[in-house]
């Protein structure tokens, strides 16, 4: 399984950024879609995800500024932030629970930069 994630890059405090990250590979479903940040110095912590009947989790650092949502039929998931703040520098991961027959297995996207700076 391959995961291809979009959407960073450089933003002035108060913008916005749309994060989209595709799954490829041998699945039989895919569980849960996700976002992690990991910002310098610091651990990689859980920014938001979404599971395959809609339920949805924030972390604390996204409540009320990004929405994640999730195209199953393109399994895709995406990370709308909006009034990004520099706190919110941080290498940006995508994550995804899978299952290939009765196993369940992760896997990890190559991470996108976002920088909030003005």
């Known amino acids: 399984v391959q995961l291809q994630a979009s959407g960073g890059g450089l933003v002035q405090p108060g913008g916005s950024l749309r994060l989209s990250c595709v799954a490829s590979?041998?699945?039989?479903?895919?569980?849960?879609m996700g976002w992690y940040r990991q910002g310098p110095g610091k651990q990689r912590d859980l920014v938001a995800n979404?599971?395959?009947?809609?339920?949805?989790n924030y972390g604390d650092s996204a409540h009320g500024r990004f929405t994640i949502s999730r195209d199953n039929a393109r399994n895709t998931v995406y990370l709308q932030m909006n009034n990004l703040k520099p706190e919110d520098t941080a290498v940006y991961f995508c994550?995804?629970?899978?299952?290939?027959?009765?196993?369940?297995?992760?896997?990890w996207g190559q991470g996108t930069q976002v920088t909030v700076s003005s």
């Open positions: 994550n995804v629970i899978f299952m290939i027959g009765i196993q369940v297995d992760d896997a």
């Open positions: 590979g041998s699945m039989s479903a895919i569980n849960v």
């Open positions: 979404i599971i395959g009947d809609g339920t949805v």
